[in-house]
């Protein structure tokens, strides 16, 4: 029963839906400080179905790029479709000068996705944790109002173990991967403004 539960809460949750959740998230907490008109809105929903459309492609590519797929193979497609997705999304908004959330979010998905995609293939970190408490941890940062968000992530922790899907090492290093991303991001933000400072060279573009 347990197990059954974890499995479900792992494939409700799971990484290619959490980002997505919480990038639209994002853009939803900038659209509340900004108000940007029908036509900013629509731009920046064009680049994240983008985004996602390439991130979804190259994560069905798995049979593809591997002749006998081991392991950890989906997990290594899945975080560089999401690495190059998220890059993609990042990119489009600082070439349109559309705030600093996203390409920040962006930055540290990216930067999350990097170490994984290294570390994959001798230790099968889990990606369900990494790519949980990163965007959720980003949230919460930019606004406490996502609490709930780095709720599900932290309950990810205990649901991979518990599914089977990976040991609590590898769970906790999932966290572990995320948890350090986010500290450096907010170190950095920190020292350069704030992450919630608002956009105000920006404010009111489209």
Known sequence: MVTELAR???????PEYFVLLCTIALVGHEWRRRRFGP???AGRALAVV???AVAF???ESTGAVFESVPSWGEDFTGSVGLGVGILLIGIVWRLREWGRHVPRFAALL????????????FWDVSSHVAYAVAPAGYLVSADRR????LAVAIGMVAARPLAGAHTWLQSIGGFALAAAFIA???YRVGRTGGAAAPDRATAGRE
């Open 8 to 14: 479900l809460y792992s494939e409700a949750f799971a």
């Open 39 to 41: 036509a900013g809105l």
């Open 50 to 52: 983008a985004g996602w």
């Open 57 to 59: 492609a190259i994560y």
């Open 110 to 121: 990216l930067g999350v996705t990097v170490v994984h995609v290294a570390i994959t293939p």
């Open 146 to 149: 996502f609490w709930p968000l």
């Open 184 to 186: 450096g991001l907010s």
